[in-house]
């Protein structure tokens, strides 16, 4: 897969956001128009990651239609309980798509318990066996289930030799547990909650972090960042999360904007 070219103009930061919902019906009728208000604000690529086989198929068309945008295909744990062999052949299917760099989102969420836990278990390792039969990075989602994803994914390593890659998408484990996260070889992906006044931990993640490891994200449309919460998040807010990581970092937003868009090509393979 190969980046767009981005001729930079004035000086002006040139932003990558790793994770986005612009297939949720809260972008039914203005696609279009999020993406040139992201494009006005540099940023010029977006991943569009699917959470069922509909979304999925979803961020396929879109990534189809528009340059700027790539996709993930996956089923989200709220769904697992609907991941029958038949869905995983779908996602098998949809992953031979040119434009489609990664898995996700799977992984496990403790909060709602929408899917039985160890339904979500057993989904989420059929997921990652996918990633490392078919050579894909996978995009995992972490919801207050934090040592049982990372047992997972240690148990999966153990059984091939080595990690799937991928990302830890809006880290939400604590600080000790981050090395073992980096261990693995993920990248660690953080949204809008780094801004937030009540955010204790994730300015101490990121300052453990290196530099060639982390990737920022909105969510899209949710987790809206300062100082916009209360609106629906869009694309062209990723670059308040690239503000924090800078004023944390002590570097300027254009360097984090650069070192995050180039590390989303390498953890995505986009050249």
């Known amino acids: ?7 930079s103009v004035g000086g002006d930061p040139i932003f990558f956001d790793s994770h986005c919902h612009l297939n949720d019906e809260a972008f039914t009728t203005d696609v279009g128009e999020v993406l040139f208000r992201a494009r006005t604000a540099g940023v010029r690529e977006v991943l569009v990651a699917g ?8 961020a396929l068309k879109l990534a189809t239609v528009h340059p700027e945008v790539y996709a993930a295909v996956g089923v989200h744990p709220h769904d697992a309980k609907t991941v029958a062999p038949d869905v995983l052949r779908e996602v098998e299917k949809m992953l031979d798509q040119e434009k489609v760099v990664a898995l996700g989102e799977i992984g496990l969420d403790f909060h709602y318990d929408y899917s039985p836990r160890e ?4 989904v989420f390792r059929s997921f990652l066996e996918l990633a490392k039969k078919k050579d894909k990075p996978v995009i995992i ?14 148990e999966v390593a153990a059984r091939h030799g080595g990690g799937v890659c991928g990302v830890m998408h809006c880290y939400a484990a604590s600080p000790e547990m981050l090395p073992a996260f980096l ?32 990737l920022i994200e909105t969510d899209a449309p ?11 998040n869009e694309p062209m807010y990723v ?20 070192v995050t868009r180039n590390n989303a090509y390498r953890c995505f393979r986009i050249n």
């Open 1 to 7: 897969m190969r980046a767009l070219d981005h001729p």
């Open 51 to 58: 959470y069922d086989l509909s979304s999925s198929q979803q």
């Open 119 to 122: 339904v979500q278990k057993a």
């Open 141 to 154: 989602h972490d919801r207050e289930a934090h040592g049982e994803t990372l047992a997972i994914l240690e």
């Open 183 to 214: 261990t693995l070889g993920l990248y660690i992906s953080v949204a809008g909650p780094l801004t937030f006044k009540n955010a204790k931990k994730l300015p101490e993640v990121i300052s453990l972090v290196p530099e060639d490891r982390l």
């Open 222 to 232: 949710y987790l809206t960042p300062c100082p916009y919460r209360g609106r629906r």
């Open 239 to 258: 670059k308040e999360v690239a503000r924090r990581v800078a004023e944390i970092w002590g570097k300027s937003i254009r360097e984090v904007a650069e």
